[in-house]
Nanobody, 123 residues
Framework: QVQLVESGGGLVQAGGSLRLSCAAS????????MGWFRQTAGKEREFVAS????????YYADFVKGRFTISRDNAKNTVYLQMNSLKPEDTAVYYC????????????????WGQGNQVTVSS
C-alpha cells in the first residue's frame, strides 16, 4: 500500500555530507517503522539504520554509528538519512523500506522497497 521514492544522493568528497530523503505515499505512513539499506555492486544488501513509527527508537549498523542519523517527519511523510563523515566505503545504492513487522532489524519484514538512490564518495 505504501510507495516510497528516495532522493538526495549524488557525488561527494570523502569527509563530506549528504542527506537522503524517502518520501512515502499513503495515509498510514506514521504507523510504520522505516529503514535504510544499501547495496554495493557484487555484494549483498545490508542494513544501515531503522526508526520506529514514533521516532523514539533508532537502530544503526556498527559501520555507520556516530556518522549517520536516521530521522522522520510524519507530517511530511518523509524519512531521512543524514550522512556525515562519508567514506569511500559508503559508496552504494541506498534503499528505504517499510518495516511491516515492527521489529526494526528483521530484513524479511521489510517491504515496499524504494527504487534506490546512488551515493558515490570519492577519495
Amino acid at each position: 500500500q505504501v510507495q516510497l521514492v528516495e532522493s538526495g544522493g549524488g557525488l561527494v568528497q570523502a569527509g563530506g555530507s549528504l542527506r537522503l530523503s524517502c518520501a512515502a505515499s499513503g495515509r498510514t505512513f506514521s504507523s510504520y517503522a522505516m529503514g535504510w539499506f544499501r547495496q554495493t555492486a557484487g555484494k549483498e544488501r545490508e542494513f544501515v539504520a531503522s526508526i520506529s513509527w514514533s521516532g523514539s527508537n533508532t537502530y544503526y549498523a556498527d559501520f555507520v554509528k556516530g556518522r549517520f542519523t536516521i530521522s522522520r517527519d510524519n507530517a511530511k511523510n518523509t524519512v531521512y538519512l543524514q550522512m556525515n563523515s562519508l567514506k569511500p566505503e559508503d559508496t552504494a545504492v541506498y534503499y528505504c523500506a517499510v518495516d511491516y513487522g515492527g521489529w526494526g532489524t528483521v530484513e524479511d519484514d521489510f517491504g515496499s522497497w524504494g527504487q534506490g538512490n546512488q551515493v558515490t564518495v570519492s577519495s
